[in-house]
């Protein structure tokens, strides 16, 4: 299983990022997906879940009406936009199976300054 991310960077706060997961040596359709998030000092947290099918989504309350998760099984991609980000969304940012994550890519860098 390999699962990249990218999109990550340094934003205001207020502004908008989209992050990218490329999954591969996985049959991504049949499995549920989320993106995690660790911050400095704090345990990785599931923020965003979506089903295989890509039906339902359920988020953080942290992040509910601010982060939109999607993704596109055909070419075994996951997405977030957030937008109105915070200070307190600064994290590395990790997609993965839910419940039960497989091995950890390298995450990607959301850094936002106020």
């Known amino acids: 299983v390999q699962l990249v991310e990218s999109g990550g960077g340094l934003v205001q706060a207020g502004g908008s990022l989209r992050l990218s997961c490329a999954a591969s040596g996985i049959t991504f359709s049949i499995y549920a997906m989320g993106w995690y998030r660790q911050a400095p000092g704090k345990q990785r947290e599931l923020v965003a879940r979506i089903t295989s099918g890509g039906g339902i989504t359920n988020y953080a309350d942290s992040v509910k009406g601010r982060f939109t998760i999607s993704r596109d099984n055909a070419k075994k991609m996951m997405y977030l936009e957030m937008n109105s980000l915070k200070p307190e969304d600064t994290a590395v940012y990790y997609c993965?199976?839910?419940?039960?994550?497989?091995?950890w890519g390298q995450g990607t860098q959301v850094t936002v300054s106020s």
């Open positions: 993965n199976r839910v419940p039960t994550p497989s091995s």
